[in-house]
């Protein structure tokens, strides 16, 4: 019995430390991580957090490559974006006690399960490549970086179960990665397609340990590998079509329309450890292997309309369908997870948005979303997670500056804020661990989210 303690420490602390080997994790602190990443949870650039991603498929900066790269077009202009967000969350779980005839309910410090912020760092650049080409025809490049914790944190990860309860969607999402470009296909029909990149990790690690934790005989082997999924999109300009001109075209010169479709992404990492103790376990040792994702993306295909009411209002309709359906056989492999039995479902997010030129320096961005929750369980063994309906807001505003000071082009500076709610909901916490009995508590489970987000745009 001591030595089978022993091991499972041992075994522990090894997994641990190709966990953290494998992904470069430099931090004394878990990475809180989640279902979903920043840009479909919150935003990238200020006005998509601003419009709650209502105006996102109708935004010409360097973000249309997430959302919308076909839109890229819209703008002949290049330009360089660096930017900043912050959310900060306060995701809370308030324990209704145990049910008649359950457990002991988990002892807390207070409701609030997480409040670690996300604090992302982003760098964006378009551009116009006509000239490297022998086509007279425009043609744009984009790509858009971000990092966590202000640049410090790149690819830390977290999987794991939990007693007290953990949030589905909310977490910091460490890397960031998309390129690619748009086009004019036809007269008002743009198109565009980009890259989003995430990284798939495997260690290996075969070594010889006593009881006291001492290894000798190492082998340790890393790889990590890019993991790229598609964007694509294509935006008609009715009037464009039709008529040839928005302006000779009447109520079609003002109406756009954008599908797009974003393939699923997540972060996964793979260990394999062979472990032999001298005396206890001989060769050819105890192989433990752990197969488990982190963050998850599902399929997504949007589709939006957006009107000009005048020439300097807008306004935008879109929804999105959520394919999370599809993560309940991934999570029935992961080897962290498996055990839950995750029930989720496909939803639809509608969205709207709203922008108004003031004048030619002044923009104001508004919007507003629904996401129903995709968690269907109420009951995930283990590690219990839970998730609400949210409500989000969003404002923000722009201002251009034309003459900037030592600059040649204009500057453009972007802020914008939103707020997220989570509707209460009661989950039950259940255990696979024998002796316990289920479900040994309920909690109700909501929260909001505050984010902050701010940019610097040259163009030129």
């Known amino acids: 019995m001591i030595i089978n303690k022993a091991y499972r420490r041992l075994a522990t602390l090894l997994c641990g430390v190709v966990l953290a080997a494998g992904l470069g994790v430099g931090v004394s602190t878990p990475a809180q991580a989640g279902m979903g990443n ?10 998509d957090v601003a419009s709650a991603q209502g105006l996102s498929l109708f935004n010409a900066q360097a973000s249309a490559l997430y959302y919308n790269p076909a839109y890229l077009t819209r703008d002949p202009r290049g330009e360089l974006t660096l930017g900043m967000m912050h959310a900060g969350q306060e995701l809370r779980a308030a324990s209704q006690g145990s049910p008649s005839g359950g457990g002991s309910p988990v002892t807390r410090e207070g409701d609030v399960l997480s409040d670690a912020p996300s604090q992302q760092v982003l760098i964006a650049m378009k551009t116009d490549l006509t000239d490297l080409t022998k086509f007279n025809h425009p043609l744009y490049f984009a790509f858009i970086a971000g990092v966590e914790k202000y640049g410090e944190e790149m690819l830390a990860f977290n999987s794991q179960t939990s007693t007290e309860g953990q949030f589905f969607q ?56 890019p993991v790229i999924r598609p964007v694509v999109s294509v935006n008609f300009e009715w009037g464009k079509v039709f008529c040839g001109n928005n302006d000779r075209c009447g109520f079609l010169g003002d109406l756009e329309t954008a599908l797009a479709f974003r393939g699923h992404t997540e972060a996964r990492t793979s260990v394999e450890s062979n472990i032999t103790i001298p005396g206890t376990v001989v060769d050819p040792g105890i192989t433990l292997l752990i197969d488990t994702l982190d963050s998850y993306q599902p399929d997504i295909y949007s589709a939006g309309l957006l009107y000009h009411l005048s020439d300097r209002f807008r306004l935008a309709l879109a929804v999105e369908q959520q394919n999370w359906q599809d993560l309940e056989g991934k999570l029935d492999r992961d080897t962290i997870k498996d055990q839950a039995n995750v029930a989720l479902k496909d939803i639809v997010v509608p969205r709207i948005g709203a922008e108004w030129t003031v004048n030619d320096s002044l ?19 283990d590690v219990n997670y839970l998730d609400s309906d949210k409500t989000i807001v969003g404002v923000g505003a722009s201002w251009i500056v034309r003459n900037p000071p030592v600059l040649a082009f204009p500057l453009r500076l972007d802020f914008g804020y939103q707020f997220q709610r989570l509707e209460k909901r009661e989950f039950e916490l259940t255990t696979t661990r024998p002796g ?25």
């Open 38 to 47: 920043t840009a479909s949870t919150y935003g990238l650039l200020p006005m």
């Open 170 to 225: 909310y977490g910091r999402q460490p890397l960031f990665l998309n390129l690619g470009g748009g086009v004019e296909l036809f007269n008002g029909i743009t198109g565009g397609a980009s890259a989003h990149v995430s990284l798939r990790s495997d260690a290996t690690l075969v070594a010889s340990a006593d009881l006291a934790g001492n290894t000798q005989y190492e082998r340790l082997d890393v790889t990590a590998r």
């Open 363 to 381: 923009i104001l961005t508004a919007g507003a979303a629904w996401q129903e929750s995709p968690l269907e369980s109420l009951q995930t063994p």
């Open 436 to 460: 316990v009995t289920n479900p040994y508590e309920t909690v109700s489970a909501d929260g909001e989210a505050n984010i902050f987000s701010g940019s610097i745009t040259v163009k030129f």
